[in-house]
Each structure stands twice: as structure tokens, then as C-alpha cells.
């Protein structure tokens, strides 16, 4: 006789804890570290329960993506979003945007919420320092544009790459604000 095995859940399936639940676990878990912007463990799950880190030490591993990454009651977090429930007491359901662009750079000073559109444009501005300016043919300068909804708008032709992207990113913060 052949018994189905019930279907295995996936944690981003199953609805979180309240809000409460995790920070009173993460609190009782770890430490945040204004200074640094670390997470540091102060307990473990259980009393004897190897290979979640040692109490004193920075929590979560690396993701491949440049996040530290740890789970809470079943539940894979980025560190920074454990920071922001320390801090703010509840997790937002805005994304959590890192101002300077460095994914283990944790202070909570560092971490804003926007919204998708916002955090898109963050992303695409800190993957390229090419964004918006092009070599010219000759390979003499650099000229610089920038896409205002569906027109490309020219800023001009620089003789430096950095002076053609400090157009680009003037310009950029005029049309689209800090992102």
C-alpha cells in the first residue's frame, strides 16, 4: 500500500509570527551592536544546541549576495531585517533599502525603507558607475544623459568619465530624489 508523505512546507509559504513573537525571540536570541551594526548572539534556541554559532559572535552567513543572512522561529531573515525589528519593533512591509549601498553595512542610521520603485532605482544606480554616460567614438570624452520617463534627455560632453558622471548624478538626484 503506498502512502503519500505529506507535502513538505516552504518557509515563504507559511505566514510569519506576529510582529511581537519575533522581536520577543530576537531579543532573547541576540544582541544588536549600534557601533558596529552587528547582530551578536547571547543565547541559543535550545540550551544545548550545536552549530548555530557561538554565543558572542556575529549571527548569519553569507547569502552569495553579499547579505548576512538567519533564521528566527523557522524563518530566513537578511540580518538587517532583524535589526530593523530591534529597533523599530515591528518588521515593515516597505523593503529595507541600505543608503550606502553596502549590504553588511547593518547600523541602523544606514537602513531606510522605500518603496519598490525606489528601491529599483537604488539598485541599477549603485550596480554601474556607467549609468548614464558613454565614451565617445573618437574616444576623446564622455557624454552624459539621463532618461526622464520615456525621453533621453542629453546633459552634455565632458572631457573626464568622473566629470560626465557627476553630471549624470546631479542630474539624477534633480529628476528622480536620493535614489
Not at 525571540?25 to 552549530?51: D, M, N, Q, V
Not at 520617463?149 to 546633459?155: A, E, I
Request: glycine residues 8%; hydrophobic residues 35%; charged residues 30%.
Amino acid at each position: 500500500m503506498n502512502v503519500d508523505k505529506p507535502a513538505r512546507m516552504n518557509n515563504r509559504l507559511r505566514p510569519l509570527p506576529p510582529s511581537e513573537e519575533l522581536l520577543f525571540e530576537a531579543r532573547r536570541l541576540f544582541k544588536y551592536e549600534p557601533e558596529t551594526g552587528e547582530l551578536i548572539r547571547i543565547a541559543h534556541k535550545h540550551t544545548s544546541y550545536p552549530g548555530m554559532g557561538k554565543i558572542g559572535m556575529p549571527v548569519g552567513g553569507d547569502d552569495g549576495h553579499g547579505y548576512r543572512m538567519c533564521a528566527l522561529l523557522g524563518h530566513k531573515f537578511k540580518v538587517h531585517q532583524i535589526v530593523w525589528l530591534m529597533c523599530n519593533e515591528k518588521l515593515p512591509e516597505l523593503p529595507i533599502d541600505h543608503i550606502d549601498h553596502d549590504r553588511r553595512n547593518n547600523k541602523v542610521g544606514n537602513l531606510r525603507l522605500v518603496t519598490d520603485f525606489e528601491n529599483m532605482q537604488n539598485l541599477s544606480a549603485a550596480k554601474s558607475s556607467m549609468t548614464g554616460i558613454r565614451k565617445d567614438d573618437k574616444g576623446n570624452g564622455w557624454s552624459a544623459n539621463i532618461n526622464i520617463g520615456k525621453k533621453k534627455t542629453y546633459l552634455g560632453y565632458f572631457k573626464t568619465k568622473e566629470d560626465a558622471r557627476a553630471a549624470y548624478v546631479a542630474a539624477s538626484r534633480i529628476v528622480r530624489g536620493e535614489f
